[in-house]
Nanobody, 121 residues
Framework: QLELVESGGGLVQPGGSLRLSCKASALGYYAIAWFRQAPGKEREGVSCIGGNDGSTLYANSVKGRFTISKDNAKNTVYLEMNNLKPEDTAVYYC????????????????WGKGTLVTVSS
């Protein structure tokens, strides 16, 4: 059983930055992903980092603006978000599974409860 707790959400102006954290009970070789769900929209995958080789995946909408990374010693995965736009407003969830393959299907095994990011002036 993998437990995940997100933090770091908040209100930020357009063009600003935020760093989200996902604290895992034990990272091990789990792949960890970030998803988001905006009001009235379906949940979408944002990024994923592999457990074995640390390979990364990004949605086209965030490429070049968001960076996923992890600190195995702290059992924490980060999502650095830069040049934020109003359309990035959503509840952001971290999720874990054995590979990032599940990220493509929006079907990871373990989920956190989410943290709200609001981009507004």
């Amino acid at each position: 059983q993998l437990e995940l707790v997100e933090s770091g959400g908040g209100l930020v102006q357009p063009g600003g930055s935020l760093r989200l954290s996902c604290k895992a009970s034990a990272l091990g070789y789990y792949a960890i992903a970030w998803f988001r769900q905006a009001p009235g929209k379906e949940r979408e995958g944002v990024s994923c980092i592999g457990g074995n080789d640390g390979s990364t995946l990004y949605a086209n909408s965030v490429k070049g603006r968001f960076t996923i990374s992890k600190d195995n010693a702290k059992n924490t995965v980060y999502l650095e978000m830069n040049n934020l736009k109003p359309e990035d407003t959503a509840v952001y969830y971290c999720a874990g599974d054995f590979t990032c393959g599940s990220w493509y299907h929006n079907a990871m095994e373990y989920w956190g409860k989410g943290t709200l990011v609001t981009v507004s002036s």
